[in-house]
């Protein structure tokens, strides 16, 4: 509600947001993880409720539709990493603001000269807006940013369907359904700065609520727009597209109002929102490198089917199917992985070094613990799980080659994931692109070449490419962390924390 210029915080009956620079860490992994794990699922079961019914229309329905996603993944690639950004910025400014207050209740018992160097050391660092005005900046941008990408993506669809190829029978409607998903991006641009807000303080139940709730609208709206009832006429393939439009713009104002309500937004005025190319900088800068990331997983999607295209559809289909199981199995560890950044922001910008490196080394010992129990879950029911997708015993058996090698990489990408929200979270994002786009563009291209042309290994060349190019990955990875933590924070330190210091 905006009164005198402001915008004034409704009554909660009960906060969503946590102080993360204060009380146990594992708790807030636990309170924050599960809510983020749920929407994870739920998203992508809306995902498989759209494939289902564009199953119902046609073949060329599916097909469309999978094109469409590949598409459409550059947009969402952009508001995934312009989200974390905010997050991450947001939540340095929250922890900054933390230790502000702290040292000012210090000071007023001490002589001015007693001022800490970790103060001091702020003082240079945090030449930063406060979190409303980062908030503020975050979202307008988001608005700004996303109508640009209208127009771009008016004129660059055809372009981008030459680009994968797609000039058979299910081109135009491939056309039609990113013409109209373009409707949807200003509200999937809004959620995710949104939700970075929300994330940032610690808040993953409001959007695991958001995306629950579209996942059950998704349910009810596919069938009424694609086939019509109560004297609204059918509209095909097109309702899929008509009904994500609504639902994302249901999302969008439901994650905005809590935003605006949360305590970072407290007292924010209407002249916040007005652009400041400063703050819009520190967004960009923090953002664009990890959408760069998400966007070269696209491209490594594309290195992979390119190879395994000359081992015709059974392989890709074998790949395609293996690929969702593997992601499922890897929802859990993602959840930890994705509530890592906010709290590493948080306490990075409050100067709380050891709580960094404790919630780093908790979440990769307690993540990799859950992906050796999901790396025996792949072995011993791989092909049951292959069996639930496919009734074809080649794509089953070609699938659960994949899933031998995906087993022992499960703990390998935890830990990636866990170094990328690191880097993010002290505001060191660039790494994430050079990382992508080793590991999803040169390793995989180079080893994958090695494999089939030189040593003839056929598909097992094409796994065993992912294998290495993850492996080799996580290596370099480890080398880049520990030069950056040097630089940044006297070091990360070992799972030892976990014992010496209680968080």
Known sequence: MVQNGKIKKAKATKTRERDLVKGSLPEHFRALAIPAGIGMLFNTLYNVVDTFFA????????????????????????????????????????????????????????????????????????????PKDISAQGLSFATL??????????????????????????????????????????????????????????????????????????CLLNPLFIFGAFGIPGLGFDGLAISTVIIEWFVAFYLLSHALKSRAMAQTKLSCFIPHLKIIKDIVDQGAPASLNFLTITVGVFVIQYFLQPFGATAVAAYGIALRIEQLVLLPGLGLTIVLLPIIAQNHGAKALDRVRYAFWWCVLTGIGMMLIGALLLLLGGKFLLGLFTQDPDVISVGFDYLLLAAPMLPAYLTLFAMMSFFQGIKRPIWTVWIGIYRQIFASAGFAALFIYVLNWNEWGVWTAVFTAVWSGLLLSMIILIIVARESMQGLGGPGILRTYKG
Do not use: W
């Not at 999978?66 to 939540?91: E, H, N, R, Y």
């Not at 230790?99 to 240079?124: H, L, M, P, R, V």
């Not at 004129?155 to 409707?183: M, S």
């Open 55 to 130: 199953g119902m229309i046609s073949t060329d329905a599916q097909a469309g539709l999978s094109v469409s996603f590949t598409v459409f993944f550059i947009l969402i690639a952009f508001g995934i990493g312009f989200g974390q950004g905010i997050s991450a910025l947001v939540g340095t400014a929250i922890g900054a603001s933390t230790q502000t207050n702290s040292n000012e209740s210090t000071n007023t018992a001490t002589t001015t000269d007693a001022t800490s160097d970790a103060e001091e050391q702020t003082s240079k660092d945090i030449d930063i807006a406060a």
């Open 145 to 218: 940013f996303s109508f640009l990408l209208c127009v771009a993506g008016y004129y660059a669809i055809p372009h981008l369907l030459d680009l994968l190829g797609v000039y058979n029978g299910y081109r135009t409607l491939a056309h039609d359904y990113l013409i109209l998903i373009l409707f949807a991006a200003p509200a999937f641009m809004i959620a995710f700065a949104a939700n970075g807000i929300l994330s940032a303080q610690g808040d993953t139940v409001t959007n695991r609520n958001a995306l629950i709730g579209g996942f059950l609208a998704n």
